[in-house]
């Protein structure tokens, strides 16, 4: 596959679909995919949804697109659970942190929408295999989204310019933007939970 973050087709999405199949590795390393139609009507983002393709999406309603967007995520309730961790932490690691976070607050892995951390995160094999695992939608916040949020407490990862990672994280992807389980350290895994 070509080295893309994002790739915009203007073309019907049988032909994109039929083009990308044999060149698709997986959801982390694939490039996002919007496809345009004919007429310029509207931008659907068919791979990648959460990985900048609903992002340029909505960019192209700037151009008088109407972006479609269908990834569950934007339409589920439940809980943003936002991550910082250690390097090289192990999805077990992360799994004991979350379920232990979500059984504070009384919840379950069932009632969790999104799970969230900091881009410089991408590559925390750990912290994938969690979010495989659990078949939850794992998103990645850049640094200047991170530091414009309101968090509730002093962070560690002011040593890399960071605000916080698991509260401003948790945060970014809530609806009501309200902590319900300020950051909270479980061995090498910090665990913050929004609604």
Request: proline residues 4%.
């Amino acid at each position: 596959m070509l080295d893309y973050d994002c790739i915009v087709a203007l073309m019907p999405a049988g032909i994109v679909v039929r083009g990308m199949c044999p060149h698709l590795k997986s959801k982390w390393v694939d490039p996002a995919v919007v496809v345009v139609d004919k007429l310029m009507r509207y931008a659907i983002p068919i791979i990648g949804g959460h990985h900048g393709g609903n992002e340029i999406a909505e960019m192209l309603k700037g151009m008088g697109l109407i972006p479609i967007i269908t990834t569950a995520m934007e339409f589920e309730e439940g809980l943003s659970v936002g991550i910082g961790c250690r390097r090289g932490v192990t999805a077990d690691e992360i799994l004991y942190a979350i379920k232990s976070a979500l059984a504070e607050v009384g919840a379950k892995i069932e009632d969790i929408r999104v799970i969230a951390t900091a881009e410089i995160k991408k590559d925390e094999k750990g912290l994938i295999e969690a979010a495989d695992r659990i078949k939850k939608p794992l998103m990645f916040v850049s640094k200047s989204d991170i530091n414009r949020m309101e968090t509730a407490s002093p962070s560690k990862a002011e040593k890399i310019g960071l605000k916080s990672v698991a509260e401003a994280c948790a945060l970014y992807y809530s609806k009501e933007k309200r902590l319900i389980l300020p950051k909270k350290v479980y061995g090498g895994v910090t665990v913050a939970i929004a609604v």
